[in-house]
């Protein structure tokens, strides 16, 4: 498994999924916390991505 | 605008107060060594069980998918710092980490593409726990 997206999308979805539940005592608040955060983990991925992309290593 | 400070404290006196059954030291301690030991078990002996059942399930998921990647469980190097780090952010996971530890597992493998993505795991999955057992101490002495 080496796929950087799906690692990431792994990556995110543990994270989002332990503070959400950490955070936020409503199982409904808990959800919407979750997908927030897991998108926000996602989105900032690929902006950081295509950001870094002009950038030689 | 008149700031009415006796129902601020009120108001804070009311939220501090909670369920305080743990809340002497030798109870908060063992609460404390339980939580770090089997992740979520503070939630579970402070009621929270729907809590508990997530972070039991999460946490050593994450801890085996760092060793599946190849990550490195870190030795306690004083010499090195941010392996000491590291490695005080593993032992923060618990009992995978004992287990790890007790097999050989997480040798660590420099070479292979997953390498640092199996440390993140690792050691996020230990400084989660952390953040874990630091909740259910605040629940135990009703903060939360």
């Known amino acids: 498994m080496t796929s950087h997206f799906l690692l990431l999308i792994l990556f995110s979805?543990?994270?989002s999924l332990v503070f959400s539940v950490l955070l936020r005592d409503e199982p409904r608040e808990q959800v919407r916390t979750g997908a927030m955060m897991f998108g926000g983990f996602i989105a900032t991925a690929i902006v950081l991505g295509w950001l870094m992309y002009p950038f030689p290593l | 605008m008149r700031y009415?400070?006796?129902e601020d404290m009120?108001?804070?006196s009311t939220t501090a107060e909670g369920p305080r059954a743990a809340a002497e030291p030798?109870?908060?301690v063992l609460l404390c060594l339980a939580a770090w030991l089997v992740p979520g078990a503070g939630h579970f002996w402070m009621g929270r069980r729907q809590k508990a059942i997530v972070f039991l399930l999460a946490l050593p998921a994450m801890f085996l998918i760092g060793l599946l990647l190849n990550g490195r469980v870190f030795p306690f190097?004083?010499?090195d710092p941010l392996v000491g780090l590291a490695a005080v952010a593993d032992l923060l996971a618990g009992t995978p980490w004992i287990i790890a530890r007790m097999m050989d597992a997480g040798a660590g493998k420099v070479t292979a593409a997953t390498?640092?993505?199996g440390n993140c795991f690792l050691i996020v999955s230990g400084l989660l726990n952390f953040l874990v057992i630091l909740d259910a101490y605040d629940i135990a002495l009703g903060r939360k």
């Open chain 1, 13 to 15: 979805f543990f994270v």
């Open chain 2, 77 to 79: 190097e004083l010499s």
């Open chain 2, 4 to 6: 009415d400070s006796k």
């Open chain 2, 10 to 12: 009120t108001t804070k």
């Open chain 2, 26 to 28: 030798g109870v908060l």
């Open chain 2, 115 to 117: 390498y640092e993505y």
